[in-house]
């Protein structure tokens, strides 16, 4: 069974840092670009970064760019997103998903999703 799990959310204080994970199982991580996306209470699911099969190729929405920081071990079948200078707006729950394609940000594009994580930055 193809499944996306991701870890990691917390409650964190602003400035601070958290460092979440997406694991997969039932495919190769590598095949896939892997977005991830947050969806905050009454707001669309947005993407927030993005990374190619390969790694070398990285994209991230302008409210994160400077803070997050996405990378990709195929060897472990895994995908970090590490979120430095946490601020309040980033509170969502985070989910990663799959993309046979290319990394872009738009929803639409993903074929697989995770289940989701919560991060709430907040003092």
């Known amino acids: 069974q193809l499944q996306l799990v991701e870890s990691g959310g917390d409650l964190v204080q602003p400035g601070g840092s958290l460092r979440l994970s997406c694991a997969a199982s039932g495919f190769t991580l590598g095949n896939y670009a892997i977005g991830w996306f947050r969806q905050a209470p009454g707001k669309e699911r947005e993407g927030v970064s993005c990374?190619?099969?390969?790694?070398?190729?990285?994209n991230y929405a302008d409210s994160v760019k400077g803070r997050f920081t996405i990378s990709r071990d195929n060897a472990r079948n895994t995908v970090s997103l590490q979120m430095n200078n946490l601020k309040p707006e980033d509170t969502a729950v985070y989910y990663c998903?799959?993309?046979?394609?290319?990394?872009?940000?738009?929803?639409?594009?993903?074929?697989?999703w995770g289940q989701g994580t919560q991060v709430t930055v907040s003092s």
């Open positions: 998903a799959a993309a046979i394609f290319a990394c872009v940000l738009g929803t639409k594009d993903y074929n697989y």
């Open positions: 990374i190619s099969k390969s790694g070398r190729s990285t």
